[in-house]
């Protein structure tokens, strides 16, 4: 059974960094796009960031230049650096691997940015 487990969120303050990582149990991680989401209470989940198998990365518009993805295929993991973190980037993040036909979430991670 496939898992992808999120960690690294908590409270920081505004201009406050945080890194959150995503390990998973995924068979053939390396070929697998990598993207986090984030969800904010009342609102849609949102993508935030992702990472094709080639490294190619894709951003929201509303966190270029703050956040950054990256990948270690060795140890299957995927990360989100977060700096210069605001109030408006408080919500539950969640880690997502897409291959083909085969899409899976973890239980996503909290990240509160007090106002």
């Known amino acids: 059974q496939v898992q992808l487990v999120e960690s690294g969120g908590g409270l920081v303050q505004p201009g406050g960094s945080l890194r959150l990582s995503c390990a998973d149990s995924?068979?053939?991680?390396?070929?697998?796009?990598m993207s986090w989401y984030r969800q904010a209470p009342g609102k849609q989940r949102e993508l935030v960031a992702s990472?094709?198998?080639?490294?190619?990365?894709n951003y929201a518009d509303s966190v270029k230049g703050r956040f950054t993805i990256s990948r270690d295929n060795a140890k299957n993991t995927v990360y989100l650096q977060m700096n210069s973190l605001k109030p408006e980037d408080t919500a539950v993040y969640y880690c997502?691997?897409?291959?083909?036909?085969?899409?899976?979430w973890g239980r996503g991670t909290q990240v509160t940015v007090p106002s």
């Open positions: 997502n691997a897409e291959l083909l036909n085969n899409n899976y």
């Open positions: 995924l068979m053939m991680f390396s070929l697998y796009t």
């Open positions: 990472i094709t198998t080639g490294g190619l990365t």
